[in-house]
C-alpha cells in the first residue's frame, strides 16, 4: 500500500515514538488488508489505556494511510505540541460549539479530502471493569452518514496490560503484546439519507460499537458481555443506591433513638444517677 501525504512532521513523530513501541511491545497486526488504499474513511477504535493511541498510530502509519486523530482545540495553541499537532494533521475539535455538526466540520473536511480520520467512539478510557467498549458517542456516525464514507472497526489489546486505565505505573515484565484487528467496513447503508435524529445516530452508533466488539472478542478468544457498560447509567444507579442508602441510614436513626433513649435512662438508673 503506498504511502501518502505524511510529511516532516508525521515522519518525525514515528522516528521519536516507534523505538521505543518496538522495545516495550511485541506486535500483533491484523487486518491490514480492510484499510483502503485510496479515498477517505474512518476507523472506530476502542480506547483502554493512556498510550494506545501511539501504539495504534503505529500500526496506522504502517499501513501507509495515517490517522488524523480529533483532539481538543487547545492543544493546537501549546508551543512545540501545538507546532506537531498541525504539522502531523490531526483534527481540532472546537468544544465550545453549540451545533454538533460544526464541532466535526473538519472531520468532514478531512474525509472530504481523501484522509483517514481516527475516532474514539468511547470518548475516554474504557470503564467497563473488565475492559470491554463501553457506549459509544455519536460524533464518528455523524461524520460517517454525513460522508458516506467506510467505517473501519478496529480493536485493540495489550496496551491496557503494559499501562492499564489510570494507572500511574507501567507494567514492562514480561513483555506485552499489542494485537490488533481491523475488520471490514460496518455496512451503515439503511441509515443513509434519512434525517439524521438522535435516535438513528444513536442506533447506527451502536452498530459501530457492536462491530468493534466483535473484533475484540476474536483477539480476547472469550464473549463480551450482552449489555455494554453505559457510564451514565452507571452514574445515574450509583446515585440511586447513595439515595436509598442515605435514606436507609436516616430511617434506621429514627428507628433507633427510641430504643436508645430507653437504654440511657435504664443505665443512668443503674449507676444512681436516675431521678
Known amino acids: 500500500m503506498p504511502r501518502r501525504r505524511i510529511g516532516f512532521w508525521y515522519r518525525f513523530a514515528a522516528v521519536i515514538c516507534k523505538p521505543p513501541l518496538v522495545v516495550l511491545l511485541r506486535r500483533d497486526w491484523r487486518g491490514m488488508e480492510h484499510i483502503p488504499a485510496e479515498g477517505g474513511f474512518i476507523t472506530a477504535v476502542n480506547h483502554n489505556s493512556h498510550i494506545d493511541p501511539f501504539a495504534y498510530a503505529h500500526f496506522q502509519y504502517n499501513t501507509g494511510r495515517v490517522p488524523r486523530f480529533l483532539a481538543k482545540s487547545g492543544l493546537f495553541k501549546k508551543g512545540f505540541v501545538g507546532a506537531a499537532m498541525r504539522g502531523t494533521g490531526q483534527i481540532p475539535v472546537y468544544r465550545e460549539s453549540t451545533d454538533a455538526l460544526s464541532a466535526f466540520r473538519a472531520a468532514i473536511d478531512a474525509v472530504d479530502r481523501g484522509e483517514c480520520v481516527a475516532f474514539y467512539p468511547e470518548g475516554t478510557l474504557t470503564r467497563d471493569p473488565a475492559g470491554w467498549p463501553m457506549t459509544g458517542k455519536t460524533g464518528a456516525a455523524r461524520v460517517a452518514l454525513q ?129
Open 147 to 275: 460522508t458516506k464514507c467506510p467505517v473501519i472497526p478496529v480493536a485493540q489489546w495489550g496496551c491496557n496490560e503494559l499501562l492499564p486505565p489510570y494507572a500511574k505505573k507501567p507494567h514492562l515484565l514480561p513483555r506485552k503484546t499489542h494485537r490488533v484487528l481491523a475488520g471490514p467496513p460496518v455496512d451503515l447503508t439503511r441509515f443513509y439519507d434519512r434525517e439524521m435524529t438522535a435516535e438513528l445516530l444513536k442506533e447506527a452508533t451502536e452498530v459501530i460499537m457492536a462491530a468493534i466488539t466483535r473484533q475484540l472478542e476474536e483477539i480476547r478468544g472469550e464473549k463480551a458481555p450482552e449489555t455494554p457498560y453505559d457510564p451514565r447509567r452507571e452514574r445515574i444507579e450509583q446515585r440511586r443506591r447513595t439515595k436509598a442508602q442515605t435514606e436507609t441510614q436516616r430511617s434506621g436513626q429514627q428507628t433507633a433513638s427510641p430504643v436508645q433513649s430507653a437504654q440511657t435512662a435504664q443505665s443512668a438508673q443503674e449507676e444512681g444517677l436516675g431521678k
